[in-house]
């Protein structure tokens, strides 16, 4: 079967979307400081840094996805093994993106529908785009990437024209020095949202111009922290540091609190558009890594096969890993400053460092 093909603008569109998924929403990297804005900054050199690693890898392998050069590495059984660690952290982390979205629609505007069915009707729709394959979902992108700007366009100017955002609420600036900034960053920011793109490394491979890959990355990135960093300081300048770091969604509550007389109101509709519309694609290409992982390493000529059980093992997972959402928070806290770490930066870094010695001792 003729590998699927995705082009560079694609790409683009696909890492831009998986980057605002639920870093739209939430405290972003669960740092509550009132110069996170700033820490998205500062993350962001490092999250580029780590994509050029990934790209670094990917050029050195270049018909390969991250199980087949691991196994490459890291001989066949490590590599092996590390492949399926791979799969099931790509899947956990979509789950966890289920269950935030659920929690969202809940509390919002579902209040009387169950958890379960709100997932269920999300999953529904990602399993057919994960049969459709990683073509459909990148044209599609293109499309919900113009949506999601329109959104996003309209929401700033809505908030600011309402005369609700106060610049004083982050002010002054760095009042507790750098530290608290770059602990923001580091660990916490630059694993989520910025880290999490290592997945992409499963679908590098379907990109037609594989030399435009570090570049258009790059750029992605650039964007991404442009707007979270913007959209995070707006809701700080709106709710302030403390109606920030108390609410679990905080780009819904500043939202619900802009209208402009009785021309725009209820504009809370179009932050969970465009939540819905990140976390879909976030999903789907976490679901489509994981696809992607197995059907390598067991040999699946149909990858479509999996699309179902995959799903619902994220689904599954999603409703039994937390009893609410204040545990599901802070189970994602442990996550991001010790489980990230060590799959985003600790083995991608030994899979450089293995790399060049074998490379070296003419072992590969």
Known sequence: MEKEKISSGQLFVLIFLFEMGTALVLPIGFASDKDVWLSVIIASVGGIVL????????????NLLLSGYARKILGRN????????????????????????????????????????????????????????????????????????????????????????????????????WKPVLESAYPNILMFPFGEIFCFSTIFPNLNQTQSGRKVGVAALTLSTLILSFTHALEISVLGETGYSTSPFPLLRM??????????????IFAIIALIIGVFFKISIYCL???????????????????VPIAFIALLSSIIEASNISEHLKEGEWVIKFLLPIFFVAIPVLLVVVHWIRKRLNLL
């Open 255 to 268: 939202i619900q609190k802009a209208h402009i007389g009785e021309l725009l109101e209820r504009l809370d």
């Open 78 to 177: 490590l590599g092996w093994i590390v492949s399926l660690v791979y799969a099931t952290l790509f899947i956990y982390l979509s789950s966890r993106d289920l269950r935030e979205t659920g929690a969202l629609l809940v509390s919002s505007v579902y209040s009387q529908t169950p958890l379960f069915v709100i997932e269920t009707m999300l999953i529904i729709v990602i399993i057919y785009a994960l049969y459709k394959g990683v073509e459909v979902l990148a044209r599609t992108a293109e499309l919900y990437f113009v949506v999601l700007i329109c959104f996003g366009l309209l929401g700033s100017i809505s908030v600011l024209l309402s005369g609700i955002a106060n610049i004083g609420n982050f002010q002054p600036i760095l009042e507790n020095g």
């Open 289 to 307: 890594a994981a696809i992607n992982i197995i059907s390598d390493i067991f040999n699946v000529e149909n990858k479509q096969k999996l699309a």
């Open 51 to 62: 994509f050029i690693l990934y790209d670094y890898l990917f050029r050195e392998y270049p």
